[in-house]
């Protein structure tokens, strides 16, 4: 038990530094962004609820401003929707949702899969092998924040190692609305375990610079993430993902 705590606790300390690098300077909107956007990613802001402003700026201790800014950002990424002389609220979830930021996303990734085979460093897949080994041998137990926090350093090493701003901010906004489903169906899902350690392999392809096999383990990683989520949420998958 002890030696999970040190495993874990060494791995909050990969995913922090590596979180610290890329965000060398941040501004008191991008402070306002990153809170709450991290609030309606793992529901603590539920899905559909209204957004309390006032409460907003209590809590964080920032102003309108940054507040302000924040949401209508994070409204362009879909996390929150603005209604005319209504308010502003946390967007909802729907099943249609699900298959319609999957059929980007499997596409997008695949395309990210084959520029970092081409362009990642050693420094990269290092990198992603160090967050890698942090995971726990089989049969212990894991926490579903540590495996989320394995999967998410792993897809934004690869989306560093793309070097393409472009692909990586669209991959950032669709990974988290992917990541806000994973929440949603978290009570509900089986153990992630086997769909995290694919990563694995994906780094094995990425290091030896094979960029078919990297763009087939990666495709085949994002479709079984939308199979776990859909037969989570519906029991079933929704139509067979081809
Ligand atoms: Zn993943």
């Not at 102003?63 to 005319?84: D, F, N, S, W, Y």
């Not at 092998?129 to 999967?151: G, H, K, R, T």
């Not at 087939?216 to 989570?232: N, R, S, V, Y």
Request: charged share 20%; aromatic share 6%.
């Amino acid at each position: 038990m002890a030696e999970n705590v040190v495993r874990y606790a060494h791995l909050v300390n990969i995913f922090l530094i590596y979180q610290m690098n890329n965000n060398r300077s941040v501004s008191l909107k991008q402070r306002a962004y990153e809170r709450i956007k991290q609030k309606i990613v793992s529901l603590e802001l539920a899905p559909g609820s209204v957004i309390d402003e006032t409460a907003l700026q209590a809590e964080l201790g920032l102003g309108r401003t940054p507040i302000r800014e924040a949401l209508q950002r994070l409204a362009l990424e879909k996390l929150v929707m603005i209604v005319p002389r209504r308010g502003m609220f946390v967007a909802d979830i729907g099943m249609m949702d699900l298959q319609r930021l999957f059929e980007v996303r499997v596409v997008l990734e695949s395309m990210a899969a084959r520029l970092a085979a081409q362009r990642g460093t050693q420094e990269h897949w290092q990198h992603m092998a160090a967050v890698l080994s942090s995971l726990p041998e089989p049969l212990e137990i894991i926490d579903n924040q540590a495996l989320i926090a394995v999967d998410q350093a792993c897809h934004e090493i690869i989306y560093e190692a793309v070097d393409n701003e472009f692909l990586k901010d669209t991959l950032i906004t669709m990974y988290a609305l992917s990541l806000r489903l994973w929440y949603f169906a978290l009570a509900k899902i089986g153990d992630m375990r086997g769909a995290v350690l694919e990563h694995v392999a994906i780094l094995e392809a990425l290091q030896a610079g094979n960029a078919d096999q990297a763009v087939c383990l990666l495709e085949q990683h994002i479709k079984h993430f939308q199979e776990e989520i859909q037969t989570a949420m519906l029991g079933v998958p929704l139509r067979p993902i081809s």
